[in-house]
Structures are given as C-alpha cells and as structure tokens.
T-cell receptor
C-alpha cells in the first residue's frame, strides 16, 4: 500500500522567513496530494491541494510543488507569521479509492517573532 | 452552517467498557471516515464508509466497530478489545467519486482511566 514520509518533523523559522516541508510517496498511482494544517486540540483543515496533472499551485503565501517522476511534493510558506505555527500534514490518495488519505507523520512548525 | 460535528469533545472510559463516539455531517457527502491520531504520528485510518449500510476496515480496525444507518451519521464504538484506546479520534467526510477535499471534525479526545 501507499506510504508517505514527511520531513522535517519539527521546523523553527524566524518571522518573515520561508518554510519548506517535504513529502515523498511510494505509490506511483497516487494522484491527489492535499496539505492540512492542524492547530492544537482541533481537527485538520485543508490549506492547499494539488492533483497529478499539475506541477505547481499557489495561493497567496502558500505554494505546493509536485514532482511525479521523483514521487515527492513540497509545501512552501513565504513571509511566515506567528499564526502559521501549527502542525502540518501531507497526504496522498488515488482516484479509485476515493479519498482514503494516507498521511505523513506531520511537521511541527514554529514561527518565532 | 454546513459542517461535520463530533461529540463529545472529551471522553473518559474505564477499562473494560465500550464507548461510542458520535460523528454527524450535513455536507451531503457520501463518504465518511474515522482516523486515529497519536502524538508524533500521522492520522491512521480505522474505518471508512462509501455509502449507507456499507463500511470497510482501514489499517487499524481491530478493537473498533462502526455503523452507517444514515448518510449523515457514522458513529464509532471503541470496544474493550482495543488494548490502547487513549488517543485523539477524528471523523471526516468527502465526496467518494472524485478526489476532493476531506472535511474534518474537531475531534474527540478519549482517555482510559
């Protein structure tokens, strides 16, 4: 089955700097890659997603890139702010299994002001 | 407001007891999911349901049971057979027929006392 690895497990950046979180997946048939943000004691919320027919997607300060050949995708947050501090999860799924998401282990992002 | 609601937020269980966690959605989604979250780990799939009166085991189904009698509801029972039930439980829903966003509830924290 699918396996998703996520790095780093913790990331500390200074306010205003950029943050990059990387994930690799094992199943080349996976075609949907969402990123979720989870604040303490709450459920995850989708912040951006990308499908396998697209190499990059941006939404204001957040971008995701996908390299299908290498089977990895990355989350980029620019101009980080203290409110970006949270746990971020990547995930992967494939069309024929609906949204059975396989998650990475998560990255704790701390933005220092 | 459309959304997915989990209750209770906190739940305490004595060893040997069964407990049921509630999950309700008004998003008209066909698919619903239960995930378990442990510290430092990603979300792991317990059970999922594509349609009313049908459900499938996920990766860690042992010691859990579910039912799907209504489209809106997908309760999870943590049985006494689950040896390590203390965890954060998350319910999600989505469309099944295409890769789209999965919406999560706010979670239930279960503690065995």
């Amino acid at each position: 089955g699918e396996n998703v690895e996520q790095h780093p497990s913790t990331l500390s950046v200074q306010e205003g700097d950029s943050a990059v979180i990387k994930c690799t997946y094992s199943d080349s048939a996976s075609n949907y890659f969402p990123w979720y943000k989870q604040e303490l004691g709450k459920g995850p919320q989708l912040i951006i997603d990308i499908r396998s027919n697209v190499g990059e997607k941006k939404d204001q300060r957040i971008a995701v890139t996908l390299n299908k050949t290498a089977k990895h995708f990355s989350l980029h947050i620019t101009e980080t702010q203290p409110e970006d501090s949270a746990v971020y999860f990547c995930a992967a799924s494939k069309r024929e299994y609906g949204n059975k998401l396989v998650f990475g282990a998560g990255t704790i992002l701390r933005v220092k002001s | 407001d459309g959304g997915i609601t989990q209750s209770p937020k906190y739940l305490f269980r004595k060893e040997g007891q069964n407990v049921t966690l509630s999950c309700e959605q008004n998003l008209n989604h066909d698919a619903m999911y239960w995930y378990r979250q442990d510290p430092g780990q990603g979300l792991r799939l317990i059970y999922y349901s594509q349609i009313v009166n049908d459900f499938q085991k996920g990766d860690i189904a042992e010691g859990y049971s579910v039912s799907r009698e209504k489209k809106e509801s997908f309760p999870l029972t943590v049985t006494s057979a689950q040896k390590n039930p203390t965890a954060f439980y998350l319910c999600a829903s989505s469309s099944w027929d295409k890769n789209t966003e999965a919406f999560f509830g706010q979670g239930t924290r279960l503690t065995v006392v």
